[in-house]
Antibody
């Protein structure tokens, strides 16, 4: 069964940075677009970003554009999200998702809390 | 990137059928057959129920079906069961090559 395991979440101060990782297994990672989707506590789902097969194409939600960077390492079967200039409104569970516009498989999520 | 519009809540009795809507614009739902529906139980990761407007992944009950007319997509659940009680989210690909979600609908099984 496809496995996606996120890590790197935690408590960070406003203006700080954090790098999320997602370890993928049990499928050919390089064959799939990958995405990050987040969910603030008690709120709905919000698409964050997706990346193409080789990482040459990336797209971002307006709310994170210029602050977040998605990347991947196909040799390591890993997806990343570099988050800079973090704000309180970035507080959420961040999910690693297999797919571009349809998320067939999701990780369990990692919680990012931005607070002073 | 305005969110898709979903009703905050819908409800139905066991065995009944319910339909929930997801309204977008000609820049998203109306232009692409890339509407996806997710089910989320409390404390769990979302689960894909319908993709490409009306396709069902293997393992998803055929009680779930999707459709689209113009800028509005719909999810129908027939033969409602207690386990269907959850939050449901729709999403769509957009003309900006991004993805937009709806605000979610809470389904209550009475």
């Amino acid at each position: 069964q496809v496995q996606l395991v996120e890590s790197g979440g935690g408590l960070v101060k406003p203006g700080g940075s954090l790098r999320l990782s997602c370890a993928a297994s049990r499928f050919t990672f390089s064959d799939f677009y990958m995405s990050w989707i987040r969910q603030a506590p008690g709120k709905g789902l919000e698409w964050v970003s997706y990346i193409s097969l080789r990482g040459s194409t990336t797209y971002y939600a307006d709310s994170v554009k210029g602050r977040f960077t998605i990347s991947r390492d196909n040799a390591k079967n890993s997806l990343y999200l570099q988050m800079n200039s973090l704000r309180a409104e970035d507080t959420a569970v961040y999910y690693c998702v297999r797919g571009q516009y349809s998320g067939f498989y999701w990780g369990q999520g990692t919680l990012v809390t931005v607070s002073s | 990137q305005s969110a898709l519009t979903q009703p905050a809540s819908v409800s139905g009795s066991p065995g009944q059928s319910i339909t929930m809507s997801c309204t977008g614009t000609s820049s998203d739902v109306g232009s692409y057959n890339y509407v996806t529906w997710y089910q989320q139980h409390p404390g769990k990761a979302p689960k894909l129920m319908i993709y490409d407007v009306s396709k069902r992944p293997s393992g998803v009950s055929n009680r779930f079906s999707g459709s689209k007319s113009g800028n509005t997509a719909s999810l129908t659940i027939s033969g409602l069961q207690a386990e269907d009680e959850a939050d449901y989210y729709c999403s769509s690909y957009t003309s900006s090559s991004t993805v937009v979600f709806g605000g979610g609908t809470k389904l209550t099984v009475l």
